[in-house]
T-cell receptor, first 113, second 113 residues
Framework: AAGVIQSPRHLIKEKRETATLKCYPIPRHDTVYWYQQGPGQDPQFLISFYEKMQSDKGSIPDRFSAQQFSDYHSELNMSSLELGDSALYFC????????????FGQGTRLTVV | AQSVTQLDSHVSVSEGTPVLLRCNYSSSYSPSLFWYVQHPNKGLQLLLKYTSAATLVKGINGFEAEFKKSETSFHLTKPSAHMSDAAEYFCVVTPGGNEKLTFGTGTRLTIIP
């Protein structure tokens, strides 16, 4: 069965650079969530989208932005990267209408040096 | 608002003995509750979910959890621990619908040979 696909799996960037993380939800899933998990931390909610519209916003820095496209994939854009942005970034998707559980991707490990 | 409290940050059990990972929640609505497992450097995998059906929920790998509304608890159990169960376990709550998933701080399960 198709799962949530995240790319890239690993990313190394320097301070002040920009990074773009991509998430491809499970087909027919209309909702996408982004989470940030720092070393030894629980996942922290960043932002979510439903039917291409932002539906909720958590502790996402102003340097970050995200959107969901017409094909339902989502991108998280991160600018002016800081060392503290180094983390595992998860994307999850669900079908709101069917009230399925959220399925998580494998995550993108971002390292800022 | 919803929240989750995982009462133990670290649990160690011997192989073959029972596992108990404790979770208490608070939610303004009838919540949906989940347990996710995360193996080292891996993504989040759904173990089981409660969505207002049967209060005793069976999941994968022999895990189960019981939803107790009077105690606002959703503890995870397994009769006999296996070495492969060593991982980080997250209790997650959502009021349902499009609301974000709220994670507990996680419980690291160590299995002693």
């Amino acid at each position: 069965a198709a799962g949530v696909i995240q790319s890239p799996r690993h990313l190394i960037k320097e301070k002040r650079e920009t990074a773009t993380l991509k998430c491809y939800p499970i087909p027919r899933h209309d909702t996408v969530y982004w989470y940030q998990q720092g070393p030894g931390q629980d996942p922290q909610f960043l932002i979510s989208f439903y039917e291409k519209m932002q539906s909720d916003k958590g502790s996402i820095p102003d340097r970050f932005s995200a959107q969901q496209f017409s094909d339902y994939h989502s991108e998280l854009n991160m600018s002016s990267l800081e060392l503290g942005d180094s983390a595992l970034y998860f994307c999850a998707s669900k079908n709101l209408g069917l009230n399925t559980e959220a399925f998580f991707g494998q995550g993108t490990r971002l390292t800022v040096v | 608002a919803q929240s989750v409290t995982q009462l133990d940050s670290h649990v160690s059990v011997s192989e073959g003995t029972p596992v108990l990972l404790r979770c208490n929640y608070s939610s303004s609505y009838s919540p949906s509750l989940f347990w996710y497992v995360q193996h080292p450097n891996k993504g989040l995998q759904l173990l089981l979910k409660y969505t207002s059906a049967a209060t005793l929920v069976k999941g994968i790998n022999g895990f189960e959890a019981e939803f107790k509304k009077s105690e606002t608890s959703f503890h995870l159990t397994k009769p006999s621990a296996h070495m492969s169960d060593a991982a980080e376990y997250f209790c997650v709550v959502t009021p349902g619908g499009n609301e974000k998933l709220t994670f507990g701080t996680g419980t690291r399960l160590t299995i002693i040979p």
